[in-house]
Each structure stands twice: as structure tokens, then as C-alpha cells.
């Protein structure tokens, strides 16, 4: 009998049926799962799919990973109602300093930038992104419109007539009138749209790690300029009376990989003479977690039906914290466009809509992109040109207090 019955189980029964949408995100990071809150809020029919597991607020555990979020960022999560889960966690940023740590026999360039200097009390937040992903994923679970598929896999997608067909890797069919792509830099929903990148691998890696240190922060994100890339500090909360920060610490891949291999008396040392002992006597609250870093860029922000954001558009370096920050800026741009046109009618999907995007998007975008990329590459060179011109941009920037503003609302602001 077995061999001539074709059982079917309640899942792939349900797997069959096809999924309708208005909008299907592929990527539920903090960009993708942002948007669909955003959309599905003011009424939109979304579905969400992402590869990763839910994770519930009272399961998030601390890592390594922390975002720091600018006034406008912040403002954003205040205005989605999210602020309030992940406040107590987050640490106000008054002041970013910036030490020239470059030259072994000259002392240290230290220029700090205040927040006050620019009328803000805190120039932002640094956020545990682990809890923001999850204070999302339970906001988007009370939006009766959200779809929220996890962990499931977008496999491949296609444009029929005025709408998009997709497939998931377990079969399962998806339609909608456009396709988001916030799937990552690796993106799929990229690829599949026919959508190049020009990618810059620098050689470099990201090492991040949270600890623990005897002295208070108050409030200052401190960025090191040494020779294999910036070692940057950026203050968190006290936990139970216990001083902590977030580590972003770029290396060369082999060096960052042999730091890696160090154990937790070697690595707490490497750490102790980077701060400078600012903080104190350091000592590791996360294991060290290492991210490749790149500059990437999409050439094209839209396809037929298909827009995308966040890393699946842009990546660049944590230097000067903009990645999320832009991203942000992404939602904002397509939600507004996208319930603007369902309000009064028109197809989500069509080109006129989605060319709205792109032109809106682009300035902000590449300026960031390429803005970073140079940064980056001015502050990682070890050159002794490039080495003394920076010491001396340093200086000449901190004795013109008009400039200074100038470069700290352009940190801070879309271009
Ligand atoms: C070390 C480091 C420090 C940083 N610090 C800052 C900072 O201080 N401030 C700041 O603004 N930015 C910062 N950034 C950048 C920021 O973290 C990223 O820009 C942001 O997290 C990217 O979000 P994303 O959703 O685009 O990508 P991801 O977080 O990679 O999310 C993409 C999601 O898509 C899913 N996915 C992939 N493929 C598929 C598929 N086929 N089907 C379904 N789902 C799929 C993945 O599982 C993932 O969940 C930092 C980055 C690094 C590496």
C-alpha cells in the first residue's frame, strides 16, 4: 500500500497554498523587519521572510554587537514606539573623541566633539542590536497585517504581469506587487534581479567584544587611530554597578585572526594598552566575534517590481557608525512612498513608484558610501605622509570651531 499512496502532511498542504501580499521583504534584520512595521501599521498586507530564527526578548543574550544610532535614528524608533524597549539597555553618547594613536614617538592628537556644540544633549544611543531585532520581532507580532516567515529562505523569484512570484526553498509560493530586497550583502533578491555591485575588500576585519572596565566612560565613544585601522570604544549602560563598553577594533585579516587566536589574559592585555588605561583596568564580558569589512554599493537601487535597501544596496565601514544609520533613512524613503501610492490607489510595484525611491535615495547613499570609503582609508594607512596629515588635519579642525560643527552635523544628517 505504501508505495502506491502519496501521503501529504498538514505542512505541505498548507505550503501549497499561496501566500498573497502587498509587499514581500526578504530579510528580517533591523532594515527589513523596520519597513514591515512601518508599512503594516498604516494597514499594508506584508510578508516578512528571514532565515533566522525568532528570537524572544526575554531569550536575547548579550554579544558583541552594538549599533550606534544618531538623534535622526533614534527619533525614528521613538516614532515606531520602540524606544521604550531597548532605552534601559542603551547608553546616551555626549561626546566622540578622536585620538591619533598612529605614531609611536610623538604624543597623541585629541580632538573631542561635543554634542552640546550643535544644540543636541546627546549626539545618540549606542543599542544592543540583538535586543532591537527582538523588541521588532514582538511589535510586528501584534500587527494582525504581518506575515512573518522565520526561518524560512527565499529561493528564487520571478515578474509575472503586475506581479511578483516567489519561492521559498521549501516550496512554498509567495505573491506580491513588489519584491524588497533587505536581505544582507549577499543578497539573493539582488542577484536574482539582475542587480551588480562594485565591491572594495580593504583586507580588513572587525573584531567586537563588550567589557568591562573599573573606570567610568561619561558618555564618550573614543575612536583610536593606529596603523592597522581604528580600535574604537563606544560606552553601554552600567550593569549592576559594573562600568561597560562595546569594542569595534579593525585590524588586517591575518592580524585580527591571530588576535583571535589569543587567549583571555593575552586578549584583555592587547585591549588594556589600546584604551590607554581612559577606562581603567579592562577585562572581557563577551567572547571576541570577528566581521569581514567591505565597501559595497549596488548599481542600482530598483529592478522590475524588485526595490532595495539597507546592506542589500550598501555596505561600508563601522568607521563613523553610518550603516544602520542610513538604512533607517532607507525605510523612511520607501514607506513613505509606498503607502502614498496604495493610498491613493496606485500599483506599489509600478516603475513610476519605485523610480521615486531610487532618485530619493541615491545622493544620500553614494555620498555616504564614498565618504566612508576615503575616511577609511585616510585613517587605516600608515603612510608617514598620510600619518602627519592627519595629525595635522586633527588639529586644525579642533582649533576651527566653525568647521567642526560643520563635519559634526554632516556625520549626523542625510547629505
Ligand atoms: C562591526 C560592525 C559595527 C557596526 N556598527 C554600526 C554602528 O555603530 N552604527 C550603524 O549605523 N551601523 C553599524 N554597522 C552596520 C550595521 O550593523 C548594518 O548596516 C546592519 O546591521 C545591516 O542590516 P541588514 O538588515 O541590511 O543586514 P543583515 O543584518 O545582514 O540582515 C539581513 C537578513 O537577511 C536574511 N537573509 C539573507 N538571505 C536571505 C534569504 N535568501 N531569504 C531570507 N532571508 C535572508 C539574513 O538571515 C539576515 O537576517 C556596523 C557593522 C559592523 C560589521
Known amino acids: 500500500m505504501r508505495g502506491k499512496l502519496r501521503f501529504i502532511s498538514v505542512n ?16 528580517g534584520g533591523v532594515p527589513g523587519l523596520s519597513l514591515a512595521l512601518k508599512l503594516g501599521r498604516a494597514g499594508a498586507n506584508v510578508c516578512v521572510i528571514d532565515t533566522e530564527k525568532v528570537i524572544k526578548m526575554k531569550d536575547v543574550e ?3 554587537r552594538t549599533v550606534a544610532l544618531w538623534d535622526g535614528s533614534v527619533q525614528i524608533l521613538r516614532d515606531a514606539g520602540l524606544w521604550d524597549f531597548v532605552a534601559d539597555y542603551s547608553q546616551p553618547i555626549e561626546t566622540l573623541r578622536i585620538i591619533d594613536d598612529s605614531s609611536k614617538r610623538m604624543e597623541p592628537v585629541i580632538i573631542d566633539f561635543e554634542a552640546r556644540d550643535i544644540g543636541l544633549d546627546v549626539f545618540g544611543y549606542n543599542v544592543p542590536v540583538a535586543r532591537l531585532r527582538a523588541a521588532l520581532v514582538e511589535a510586528i507580532a501584534s500587527v494582525k497585517t504581518i506575515n512573518h516567515i522565520a526561518p524560512a529562505r527565499l529561493k528564487d523569484y520571478c515578474v509575472d504581469g503586475g506581479r511578483v512570484l516567489a519561492t521559498l526553498e521549501d516550496d ?11 536581505d544582507g550583502r549577499r543578497s539573493i533578491t539582488r542577484s536574482i534581479a539582475g542587480i551588480d555591485v562594485s565591491e572594495q575588500d580593504y583586507g580588513q576585519s572587525a573584531i567586537t567584544c563588550i567589557i568591562n572596565h573599573t573606570k567610568p566612560h561619561l558618555g564618550v565613544s573614543t575612536e583610536h587611530h593606529r596603523p592597522g585601522g581604528p580600535f574604537t570604544t563606544v560606552p553601554m549602560p552600567d550593569v549592576d554597578g559594573q562600568h561597560q563598553s562595546a569594542v569595534v577594533w579593525m585590524e588586517q585579516h591575518d592580524t585580527a585572526d591571530q588576535f583571535m587566536r589569543f587567549d583571555k589574559q593575552n586578549f584583555e592585555s592587547a585591549l588594556q594598552e589600546r584604551t590607554r588605561g581612559a577606562l581603567g583596568k579592562v577585562t572581557l564580558a563577551t567572547n571576541p566575534q570577528v566581521w569581514p569589512i567591505i565597501t559595497q554599493h549596488s548599481h542600482a537601487l530598483i529592478a522590475p517590481r524588485c526595490a532595495l535597501m539597507a546592506e542589500a544596496a550598501h555596505v561600508m565601514s563601522p568607521i563613523g557608525a553610518q550603516g544602520l544609520n542610513l538604512s533607517l533613512r532607507d525605510v523612511v524613503s520607501l514607506s513613505d512612498i509606498l503607502l502614498n501610492a496604495m493610498q491613493v490607489g496606485e500599483d ?29 582609508r585616510f585613517v587605516s594607512n600608515d603612510k ?32
Do not use: C, F, W
Open 62 to 64: 548579550l554579544t558583541g
Open 12 to 27: 505541505s498542504v498548507v505550503k501549497a497554498l499561496m501566500i498573497t501580499a502587498d509587499i514581500l521583504i526578504i530579510g
Open 348 to 376: 506599489a510595484g509600478s516603475e513610476k513608484i519605485l523610480k521615486a525611491y531610487g532618485r530619493q535615495r541615491r545622493g544620500d547613499i553614494q555620498s555616504r558610501v564614498y565618504g566612508i570609503d576615503l575616511l577609511n
Open 172 to 182: 512554498a509560493k509567495i505573491e506580491a506587487r513588489v519584491i524588497i530586497g533587505a
Open 384 to 415: 608617514i605622509t598620510l600619518r602627519a596629515l592627519r595629525r595635522l588635519g586633527l588639529k586644525t579642525l579642533d582649533g576651527l570651531p566653525m568647521l567642526k560643527e560643520i563635519a559634526m552635523m554632516h556625520a549626523l544628517k542625510p547629505s
